[in-house]
């Protein structure tokens, strides 16, 4: 995935048998994805020092208050949209659509299989199936469709920086996933950069 230049964060764990799956658990994998992204930030902090040792940039920090952050549980419908490559209705999630904003996306097309073989593997990780017993919970207002809420704005997600990066950032993704029967639980994160944003930050680095 990070070959393939994936602009999603993401973190996969398996809770132990005895272990109840509940909101507060899905919250402690997003609290493990919050160290991720920051572990992430500050290899490119370090990266950057090397690079331009004369540039005083701050180190990174970021809101991360899930205390602040509300889980809005996903019907079974817009759970199957997430698994989909193509045939979108209007207004469904289209989780494939920002993750083939990839950087190396133009590359992987043309490699056999492609990003819709890759897409299905991710998936397959991440234990997102079109199942009834499959549990998502969206966690931000502006998740990624055709159109934004109409309140929403670049910092409406008062529980996360990560997600409001100013006015040309747009809509992004934080959901979490349980598979019961694969009794996986992950978690997945991006910001809303487009691919042109994405592309000028691993410039400076």
Not at 73 to 90: I, K, N, P
Not at 135 to 155: A, C, H, M, Q
Not at 168 to 176: A, H, K, Q, V
Request: hydrophobic content about 35%.
């Amino acid at each position: 995935m990070d070959a393939a230049g994936c602009i999603f964060e993401f973190v996969v764990v398996v809770p132990d048998r005895d272990v109840e799956i509940d909101e507060s658990v899905h919250r402690r994998a997003l609290s493990e994805l919050y160290q991720q992204i920051m572990a992430g930030q500050r290899e490119w902090y370090r990266r950057l020092e090397r690079t331009l040792p004369d540039a005083e940039y701050p180190e990174p920090t970021m809101t991360w208050d899930l205390k602040k952050a509300t889980a809005n549980l996903l019907s079974q419908a817009q759970v199957r949209s997430l698994t989909m490559t193509e045939g979108f209705e209007s207004g469904s999630l289209r989780l494939y659509d920002h993750f083939r904003e990839s950087p190396s996306s133009p590359a992987l097309n043309k490699e056999k299989g492609g990003l819709k073989e890759l897409f299905r593997d991710w998936l397959e990780v991440l234990g997102l199936e079109d199942r009834n017993d499959v549990v998502v919970f969206n966690w931000i207002k502006g998740i990624r469709t055709e159109s934004l809420p109409e309140d929403f704005n670049p910092g409406s997600e008062p529980w996360s920086e990560y997600f409001s990066l100013g006015e040309e950032w747009r809509s992004g993704w934080c959901l979490t996933i349980w598979n019961p029967r694969q009794r996986l639980l992950s978690a997945i994160a991006a910001s809303g950069a487009s691919r042109e944003q994405y592309e000028r930050l691993d410039s400076l680095a």
